[in-house]
């Protein structure tokens, strides 16, 4: 998946003024994916995840608490996803294969409670505001 373009970048701007357009598109690239979709999908939310995850830790020290804590919730996101995506891997090389059904069988009750663990969180970051905690850091407002 090929990341979002910057819009507006300035090389002669302050940093916290391009790392807050940098955390936006980030931000709008995670929220583009469906948490609901297909391995596809979740594995485009998994990188659009690491990518704003790189991008908090990075400028952290110029936005602030709630750039760490959305970083940290990122790295979560991210991490549940990985996991997922490595069962999804695991399946599609199994497929086909015989006598490999106890396995296969793991692998997708795996995968299930990790795709369940994950809606889980992501409702939770949905009640809790995530994104537009993640939009008042970049507006200087929180943490």
């Known amino acids: 998946m090929k990341a979002r373009k910057v819009k507006g970048l300035d090389p002669a701007a302050p940093l916290v003024d391009n790392a807050r357009k940098i955390v936006a598109t980030r931000v709008d690239e995670l929220y583009s994916f469906d948490p609901h979709g297909d391995s596809d999908e979740l594995h485009n939310m998994r990188i659009a995840a690491k990518r704003l995850r790189y991008v908090l830790?990075?400028?952290a020290p110029a936005l602030g608490d709630g750039a760490a804590r959305g970083a940290r919730q990122a790295k979560e996101i991210q991490t549940l996803l990985g996991d997922l995506h490595d069962c999804d891997e695991m399946l599609a090389l199994l497929s086909?294969?015989?006598?490999l059904d106890p396995i296969v069988a793991h692998f997708s009750a795996r995968r299930d409670r990790l795709h369940a663990r994950f809606i889980r969180k992501w409702e939770r970051l949905e009640?809790?505001?995530f994104r537009g905690q993640l939009e008042q850091a970049l507006q200087g407002r929180y943490g």
């Open 57 to 59: 830790e990075l400028t």
């Open 127 to 129: 009640r809790d505001g």
């Open 96 to 99: 086909g294969e015989r006598g």
